[in-house]
């Protein structure tokens, strides 16, 4: 059964860019980009203020213009119009669409930097000959043997690197923090100082008149769960009964509820692979506070961007199935059977964090265990060094295949999945086209995943929605982004989306 209410929102802070580099085929594997300075806080940049996903909320970083949101990406707002010339500069009032064109005794030159060779106008714009013959590709390069019109690569990088990358600056991650302490606890318990005397005991107080309404059963349970949790767990169980009830009898795909499977995380012995990785009350803290917000579910440093995009739909979407998962992964059999029949099992070293990560010990563990399933059965996944390792050969993969995504999904959502490879521009246009309209809030366990072209890799990111002109889709380092819909066919690599076949 789904959970109804997606819990989504959007604060969007401004463009980082990433590395970038030739653009791989879509089969390549899709790790993160290379390890920056470690930021302070905590790397997400998206808000939770309601139960209910607001797609197209006013976003962070962007400026308000005539109290009117500014879509332009850094595009400047002219005499009150919006300039799209993107950078380019007025003349006189006019438009110069000239492109950095010199005027020549007051006549346009068209040439764009040509020169004149014996008198006759070279149109070759730079072109070199090659084997005597007029090269037109304006040096663009090749791509899985599609020509890439992207004129030379330095536009087509720039845009490219705009679209994701984790937003690390200390200034924008202390403020979101501060947001996200707020909106995480909109009123339930606000008032408390957080470790002043008494305060556990007061947020428990709370916590037990909120939980009046729910059967004796879910009560005790409750109890049990509280009886497990420092201030700071019993902040977010407070927060999600406050805001979402209906949240704590949400059913998993075996009949179970969430609260059901907390009591079990609170109670059973944890795995002993996890020894001196982790404990009992930090891990049902970490998956608390995914469950209150999602938004918070990030990749890190690790390149697990697709697993992330995952993880951040399933908690959305089914928090009781997330919460099952995570019980029976860290529980003394340390392995968890996923809607489809496939099991993921807990490694030693599965809860590791790298020191410059910002990940709770939950989404390392669940990434961690979903790169090891979906790679496959001889590939163990290192959350240290980022990188997975073949037992038997030694060979190394970063990332995930994309029919290695399209079988975990399979698994985690109960449905079976398609990748649609785009080879060019005009297959992106078609299925674009068939995405028009599309919404993640009326599709619920049906999550389309986007692979935008990163050069020497793809990113994986989840789709929002296609509405207004413009692509929303959310980045797994925690923030929701969007495009202009032309730019959908030229950086959206493959797209893998459910055929709704039951597995």
Known sequence: MAFDPKIRSAVVPPRVTVNTGPTAPPSTPTPAPAKSPAPTGYGVGSSFDSPVRVADKASEGRAKKGGVQDDSIGRAQKGGVQDDSIGRAKKDGVQDDSIGRAKKGGVQDDSIGRTKKGGVQDDSIGRTKKGGVQDDSIGRTKKGGVQDDSIGGAGFDAVRSALVGPDDDPARLELRNAIYDRLENPTFGYDLEKGSP?????????????????????????????????????????????????????????GGSLLSSLAKLATQPLNAKLAGDTTTETLLRGVLRDVVNPNRIDQGTAPTCTVT????????DEPAEYARLMADLTGPAGKATMRGGGELRLDAGDAAVDSRDWRSASQTIFQTAAMEYANGRFMDFDPLAGKSTDSRTGEEQRGIKPSQQANLLSQLFGVKYSTDNLKDEKEGAKVLESLRGFNAVGAQNRPIILHIDQGDYNHAVTLESVKAGRVQFRDPYGVLRSMPEELFPKYVMAVQRPTDTVV
């Open 198 to 254: 008494g305060a556990s005991e007061t947020l428990s107080r709370g916590i037990l008149n909120l939980a009046k309404s729910l059967p004796a059963a879910a009560r005790e349970q409750l109890g049990t769960v509280m009886k497990r949790l420092d201030e700071d767990g019993l902040r977010f169980l407070g927060a999600a009964l406050e805001k979402t009830p209906k949240l704590f009898t949400n059913k998993d795909s075996q």
């Open 309 to 316: 995009s995952m993880m951040f739909e399933l908690v959305a």
